[in-house]
């Protein structure tokens, strides 16, 4: 049982240091957002050291962790420490296998003997609900969760290369996505496909970073049958899924409008 939020290990042999939490988006537009206003605000070069090093780590209830802001009011980036445990990391990761493991800064313990692994922008409780994931604290997990932030786990997943540890969740969470039900049947309705909008591009990230053959060949579907142009996305699809439909689009329409 964990002690507190942030402790994922009570023997803990690393911290893993989130920068800037909860600066990256779901949506482009509000990251974009984010990032201006950010940009704007001009660290205090009369701010104190101790100011300047202070870290979010007394965070003790959900709440504060989604409404953290990735910067202070100095202008200074905002920090999150989690005690965590490198063997659990290494196991569920190749990532952080990598990191902890190899010739790089993360490597080496700092003067209190801890591991540091930093990394920035994740989204707080995403990076709370994977860490309680690969740290065997599987009651904290939420049985339910909405679709920005399934989004925001799968951006992790993708990163660190960690759908194993990750998939058996999926498996509820995805019961809550509202229409996923729709595209995860194999009798799936073509005829009363809904315009592929902002929704349907993130269950179609959603179905391919959880390998959901299904949902992903119905939204794909649905993407061809209802989009007349090219698909642009920030979310991490490859480029080649996202040219495919566009060449099978233009196909489509060359057919449709032989002239």
Same mark, same amino acid.
């Given at each position: 049982?964990?002690?507190?939020? $942030?402790?994922?290990?009570?023997?803990?042999?690393?911290?893993?240091?989130?920068?800037?939490?909860?600066?990256?988006?779901?949506?482009?537009?509000?990251?974009?957002?984010?990032?201006?206003?950010?940009?704007?605000?001009?660290?205090?070069?009369?701010?104190?050291?101790?100011?300047?090093?202070?870290?979010?780590?007394?965070?003790?209830?959900?709440?504060?962790?989604?409404?953290?802001?990735?910067?202070?009011?100095?202008?200074?980036?905002?920090?999150?420490?989690?005690?965590?445990?490198?063997?659990?990391?290494?196991?569920?990761?190749?990532?952080?296998?990598?990191?902890?493991?190899?010739?790089?800064?993360?490597?080496?313990?700092?003067?209190? =003997?801890?591991?540091?692994?930093?990394?920035?922008?994740?989204?707080?409780?995403?990076?709370?609900?994977?860490?309680?994931?690969?740290?065997?604290?599987?009651?904290?997990?939420?049985?339910?969760?909405?679709?920005?932030?399934?989004?925001?786990?799968?951006?992790?997943?993708?990163?660190?290369?960690?759908?194993?540890?990750?998939?058996?969740?999926?498996?509820?969470?995805?019961?809550?996505?509202?229409?996923?039900?729709?595209?995860?049947?194999?009798?799936?309705?073509? =005829?009363?496909?809904?315009?592929?909008?902002?929704?349907?591009?993130?269950?179609?990230?959603?179905?391919?970073?959880?390998?959901?053959?299904?949902?992903?060949?119905? $939204?794909?579907?649905?993407?061809? $049958?209802?989009?007349?142009?090219?698909?642009?996305?920030?979310?991490?699809?490859?480029?080649?899924?996202? =040219?495919?439909?566009?060449?099978?689009?233009?196909?489509?329409?060359?057919?449709?409008?032989?002239?």
């Amino acid at each position: 049982m964990k002690k507190s939020l $942030l402790e994922l290990d009570p023997d803990a042999d690393a911290l893993l240091i989130l920068q800037s939490p909860n600066l990256q988006q779901v949506h482009a537009a509000k990251e974009a957002d984010l990032r201006d206003t950010t940009d704007k605000a001009e660290p205090k070069p009369n701010a104190s050291a101790a100011k300047g090093k202070k870290k979010s780590k007394t965070l003790t209830d959900l709440k504060k962790i989604k409404s953290l802001q990735p910067y202070r009011e100095d202008g200074s980036r905002n920090e999150v420490e989690f005690w965590v445990s490198t063997k659990h990391l290494c196991i569920a990761s190749p990532v952080f296998r990598k990191m902890i493991q190899g010739n790089f800064q993360e490597s080496q313990p700092n003067e209190n =003997g801890l591991f540091e692994i930093r990394t920035s922008d994740w989204n707080t409780r995403a990076l709370l609900v994977l860490l309680d994931i690969i740290h065997g604290h599987h009651r904290q997990v939420p049985r339910d969760l909405d679709l920005d932030t399934i989004v925001q786990i799968g951006f992790l997943v993708d990163y660190c290369d960690c759908l194993e540890v990750v998939e058996i969740f999926f498996e509820r969470w995805q019961a809550h996505i509202s229409d996923w039900r729709k595209y995860s049947w194999n009798l799936f309705d073509k =005829g009363s496909v809904d315009p592929f909008s902002e929704s349907q591009l993130l269950m179609l990230f959603v179905a391919f970073t959880f390998r959901h053959e299904v949902a992903f060949k119905n $939204l794909t579907v649905s993407a061809i $049958l209802t989009t007349s142009g090219h698909i642009e996305t920030h979310l991490p699809i490859p480029s080649q899924i996202l =040219g495919m439909y566009t060449c099978l689009i233009y196909h489509m329409d060359k057919v449709a409008n032989p002239g």
